[in-house]
């Protein structure tokens, strides 16, 4: 059985899981240093998604609304601070899913890329050749049936990157209104100059604006120079990381979640919060460190995250939360292994 605090943890993840699932707009505030009446607050948490607010703990709702009257929310991650207290924002995604439309040469490539970029990739053909999982062994999920029933029947979110490489402009059109006007991170097609111009006419005749139209990458992919449809891949592939990453989402991998909410035993979560210089793994990263000494994530491998690991089991003995700061400059790097200079400034959540 849980206790009242892992209860609210719990309950706490869980509302954060369903809200990422339902692809509402989800904020994750926590506190990372800084104390209320006497008591250390390193941990704390609130979610804001849409315009409901979870409190992790109600004991805090009074404080909680003069942070919220005091600092702002971007779509980004990033700190603020508020009389003494160090906030952490998150703009939260749940993992990036891949739907590729199309199931021919540039797909196959451009799933395993995709895998290997950690997407979930969902690839869409109406031919059985093709939409097979002999075809794509490494796709999670390969769907044979008419593009526009499967496009307007399933809600792929709005962290997904569709990749419209269809074998004909017909098909590519009914792909492009199929998502055009949905909520997405990417939308791009495949196509000489003379079928784009024909696939974008006929949108526009269909009542599409402009502002819409110009949304869609097309040509798709990078201007590398590509011509195998592996290197077309690459490029497609390319252009996705640059899109995804210019909000600087936090994405939170589905697989660490259920084991917050599922998982009985004492854990840490360890959350990179600051990143100065050059480190291995951006600000927002996660790794989650249970009882028994297993894992779940990565906060950048070598001797930081051993640290870190070392450190969590600490405090997973102890049954507390901290914050601890890995310089990663001169003398310091040395001693940790590391040579690429920098700092992070690490949040351990005790769960």
Not at 177 to 201: C, L, P
Request: aromatic share 8%.
């Amino acid at each position: 059985m849980f206790n009242g605090r892992e209860k609210m943890k719990r309950d706490f993840y869980t509302k954060l899981y369903n809200e990422l699932k339902r692809s509402k707009e989800v904020y994750l505030i926590t506190i990372v240093s800084g104390e209320h009446q006497g008591k250390k607050l390193s941990g704390q948490k609130l979610l804001k998604a849409d315009n409901n607010i979870l409190i992790e703990d109600d004991n805090y709702k009074e404080l909680w609304n003069e942070i919220l009257n005091n600092i702002t929310l971007n779509k980004g991650t990033y700190n603020s601070t508020y009389d003494n207290k160090e906030i952490f924002i998150e703009y939260l995604a749940s993992k990036a899913n891949l739907v590729i439309c199309g199931g021919g040469h540039i797909a196959l490539p451009l799933c395993n890329i995709g895998k290997l970029l950690d997407f979930n990739v969902t690839v869409i053909d109406d031919r059985k050749e093709f939409a097979n999982y002999d075809r794509f062994n490494l796709a999670d999920e390969v769907i044979c049936g008419n593009f526009e029933e499967v496009l307007k029947e399933r809600c792929f979110g709005k962290n997904s990157y569709f990749v419209i490489v269809t074998r004909g402009h017909r098909d590519d059109r009914i792909c492009l209104e199929s998502v055009i006007d949905k909520g997405y991170a990417y939308v791009g097609m495949i196509g000489s100059k003379a079928k784009v111009a024909t696939v974008v006419t006929a949108l526009l005749e269909a009542g599409y604006t402009q502002e819409l139209i110009d949304k869609v990458h097309t040509p798709i992919g990078l201007n590398i120079g590509g011509q195998t449809p592996a290197e077309i891949a690459v490029s497609i592939a390319a252009e996705i990381i640059q899109e995804k990453n210019i909000n600087n989402k936090t994405e939170i991998s589905e697989e660490i979640l259920r084991e917050l909410i599922e998982d009985k035993q004492s854990k840490v979560l360890a959350t990179i919060v600051e990143k100065l210089g050059s480190s291995p793994r951006g600000v927002g990263t996660k790794m989650l460190i249970k009882e028994d000494r297993s894992f779940k994530g990565t906060v950048g491998g070598g001797s930081v995250e051993n640290a870190v690991y070392l450190k969590s089991l600490e405090l997973i003995k102890n049954r507390s939360s901290d914050v601890e700061i890995y310089n990663l400059s001169n003398s310091d790097a040395s001693t940790l292994g590391m040579i690429c200079g920098g700092k992070v400034k690490v949040v351990f959540e005790y769960i």
